[in-house]
């Protein structure tokens, strides 16, 4: 994105001998260790575990539509993973269900 400038250009710089974005993971690692060392980051963790757990039970749902030939997996084991994240991501607390279902109902309207 920083080469594209969608953010600030600085950030695109690539490291010579590793290949990776040096400038940006060093940014993102001063702000989250900032964040961890000073804000409560509970709500922020039930929230992506609930974002997580919904993206794993639509892969369980795609893998349900797979034909044999695609390497379906037997029957039950999808519906395990499905029922399991989906179990899972509803008993979260409260706060984490409400906040996740209305970030994802409010990108379903875009």
């Known amino acids: 994105m920083a080469r ?3 953010l600030p250009h600085v950030l695109a710089a690539v490291h010579p001998r590793f290949k990776i974005p040096h400038r940006a993971e060093l940014l993102i690692g001063a702000v989250v260790a900032i964040l961890a060392g000073t804000a409560d980051l509970r709500g ?3 929230f992506s ?7 794993y039970a639509i892969a369980n749902a795609g893998a349900w539509t797979l034909t044999p030939g ?3 997996p037997p ?6 993973g499905l029922a399991g994240c ?6 979260l607390p409260l706060t984490s269900v409400i906040t996740g279902a ?9």
Do not use: M, W
């Open 86 to 91: 989906l179990i899972l991501a509803f008993s």
């Open 49 to 55: 575990s609930f974002g997580v757990l919904v993206y």
């Open 75 to 80: 029957r039950f084991v999808p519906a395990l």
């Open 4 to 6: 594209d400038r969608h």
């Open 70 to 72: 695609e390497g379906r």
């Open 102 to 110: 209305a970030v994802l109902a409010s990108d379903v309207q875009e």
């Open 44 to 46: 922020a963790i039930g």
